[in-house]
């Protein structure tokens, strides 16, 4: 009886306050947290594990563990692609050598019940591209005609990789759930030129680029049972053409901490509270 009474007001949701059972009777999820740069938050204050990783205290993976009172293993680290779920990856600060660190799967294990996933940027290689695209001069032609077959072959090549990621993820942690983020609103239609130096038909190309490679994210996802979290939707007007109070993700100069073209405090904990709403309802 006291075991059900316990069950029950774990449950129970009061004038909007959760009561949650006592850590006595109830196992903590067990939490692992895989991906890249966009996961890791570099520059976002306070530096935590591998200093090649750029992995913030306050990046998504730490916010939500906070949330859920979870006992989180974050192995994000910047620079990764999907080779690196089960490949060590070879870091670097400013073109330093900072060392290896293991392949991202070593933390999974059979006792894993949460496993976070956000990778495909650098196999796509969209921040590279994205610096490449930087254009002072509104009469410029516009990057799009030079790199857009590159990138659709790039992203359909992410695909079967990241149908690989998943098995293998599944197969080490067959208890877990599973949640897969697709990437934010970087900038707005059309862009912000000067503001942010990219001409209206890049910045529609980088995003539209973003989009795509979301896409093949949802599939997969959906594809091997794993939850799908869309981050560009509830991005909207917090792209790098806002002001620094309102933005999650900054741009080519940052006016909050943060790497450029990657997401702040304020956007990491925004997706942490976008995936602990999906992971309660």
Same mark, same amino acid.
């Given at each position: 009886?006291?075991?059900? /009474?316990? !069950?029950?007001? $774990? +449950?129970?949701?009061?004038?909007? *306050?959760?009561?949650? =059972?006592?850590?006595? #009777? ?37 916010? /939500?563990? !906070?949330?859920? $009172? +979870?006992?989180?293993?974050?192995? *994000?680290?910047?620079? =990764?692609?999907?080779? #690196? ?39 796509? !290689?969209?921040? $590279? ?54 990437? !934010? ?97």
């Amino acid at each position: 009886m006291k075991r059900l /009474l316990h !069950g029950m007001v $774990g +449950a129970l949701v009061i004038a909007g *306050t959760a009561l949650v =059972a006592s850590p006595a #009777h109830a196992a903590a999820v067990e939490y692992v947290a895989l991906g890249d740069s966009m996961a890791s938050g570099p520059l976002i204050p306070n530096i935590t594990g591998p200093i090649g990783c750029g992995r913030s205290t306050h990046n998504y993976a730490h916010e /939500l563990a !906070g949330e859920l $009172g +979870a006992n989180l293993r974050d192995v *994000t680290c910047s620079g =990764a692609k999907s080779k #690196h779920m089960t490949e060590s990856q070879s870091t670097s600060v400013a073109g330093v050598d900072t060392g290896t660190v293991p392949p991202q799967f070593d933390a999974l294990s059979a006792s894993t019940t949460l496993v976070t996933l956000t990778i495909g940027g650098n196999d796509v !290689g969209l921040v $590279g591209i994205a610096e490449d695209c930087v254009n002072l001069d509104p009469t410029a032609t516009p990057c799009k005609g030079e790199f857009e077959a590159e990138v659709a072959q790039r992203t359909r090549d992410f695909a079967p990789r990241l149908s690989a990621v998943l098995d293998g993820i599944r197969a080490r942690s067959p208890k877990a759930r599973i949640v897969v983020t697709g990437y !934010g609103l970087y900038i707005k239609p059309n862009g912000c030129w000067p503001i942010q130096p990219v001409l209206p038909t890049d910045a529609n190309f980088l995003q539209g680029a973003v989009n795509a490679m979301n896409g093949v994210i949802r599939d997969q996802a959906n594809a091997h049972g794993a939850t799908y979290i869309d981050l560009v939707t509830p991005s909207a007007g917090h792209d790098a053409c806002q002001s620094a109070s309102k933005r999650w993700l900054e741009g080519y100069v940052p006016l909050n901490p943060a790497a450029p073209l990657h997401p702040n405090a304020r956007g990491e904990a925004a997706y942490a509270a976008i995936i602990g709403n999906t992971l309660g309802a």
